[in-house]
């Protein structure tokens, strides 16, 4: 079964960075998609970014393009989303999910899409 922990959240001023890591166990992630998705409180979840793991292709939501950037480290069955520029409207929870399925930025950004999540991590802007 698998498994996914997040990791790397805190509290970070407005402009700074924040790298978040979605670590695997149970089943190594090839050919699993890999979402990250952020919730703010009295909002719906939102995905802000997806890769395959396959072959790195990956996606954004337009709200983070060119401040946040997808990652895989097949050795480490870990993702990554680094985090720059941060702003106090990307304070919320966010969560890693995997779907073994093939990639397409279509779906990817579904949170009904996936099967599998983590717990989620605390990522706070403020000054």
């Known amino acids: 079964q698998l498994k996914l922990v997040e990791s790397g959240g805190g509290l970070v001023q407005p402009g700074g960075s924040l790298r978040l890591s979605c670590a695997a166990s149970?089943?190594?992630?090839?050919?699993?998609?890999i979402g990250w998705f952020r919730q703010a409180p009295g909002k719906e979840r939102e995905g802000v970014s997806c890769?395959?793991?396959?072959?790195?292709?990956?996606s954004y939501a337009d709200s983070v393009k060119g401040r946040f950037t997808i990652s895989r480290d097949k050795t480490k069955n870990t993702v990554y989303l680094q985090m720059n520029n941060l702003k106090p409207e990307n304070t919320a929870i966010y969560y890693c999910?995997?779907?073994?399925?093939?990639?397409?930025?279509?779906?990817?950004?579904?949170?009904?899409?996936?099967?599998?999540w983590g717990q989620g991590t605390q990522v706070t802007v403020s000054s």
């Open positions: 890769i395959s793991s396959s072959d790195g292709s990956s």
């Open positions: 149970g089943l190594t992630l090839d050919s699993y998609v």
């Open positions: 999910a995997a779907e073994y399925r093939r990639y397409s930025s279509s779906w990817c950004f579904g949170a009904s899409e996936y099967d599998n």
